[in-house]
């Protein structure tokens, strides 16, 4: 993760606003870096900071319904180590809503690639 790019860095403030309670501070930082990316990439990684404060869980589900398109979107290598959080986000958000069998279906791509990827570090 290029941790230069400002949109991650905007994130990286927010985690760090979050971290210290200031939730208006992380919310304002979030939803800027999702009004300043300039690809799909920034857009995947904002969007799926931005559904962390949304106010119902439908829109929560939508924003991370964004995150998840635009990361499909990018297409590449940046984007691979994020998808577990995307799909667990994506569970959380069906399981919130009351939709376990869609909630579950999120959770396993999830635990598939987490698997796939501990496998991957076993044959090194």
């Keep these: ?64 319904q964004v995150a998840l398109e635009r990361a499909d979107l990018v297409n590449d290598e940046r984007v691979r180590e994020f998808y577990p959080s995307l799909y667990l986000n994506m569970g959380k958000s069906h399981e919130t809503l009351g939709d376990p069998l869609e909630a579950q279906r999120y959770f396993k791509l999830a635990a598939d690639l987490i698997a796939e990827d501990l496998t991957g570090l076993a044959d090194l």
């Design 1 to 64: 993760m290029d941790t230069s790019n400002p949109i991650i860095q905007l994130c990286m403030e927010g985690c760090r606003a979050e971290f210290e309670r200031r939730l208006d501070d992380a919310r304002h930082l979030y939803q800027q870096a999702w009004d300043a990316h300039t690809d799909d990439y920034e857009a995947c990684i904002a969007a799926h900071y931005v559904a962390r404060f949304q106010e119902s869980p439908e829109e929560a589900l939508r924003w991370n």
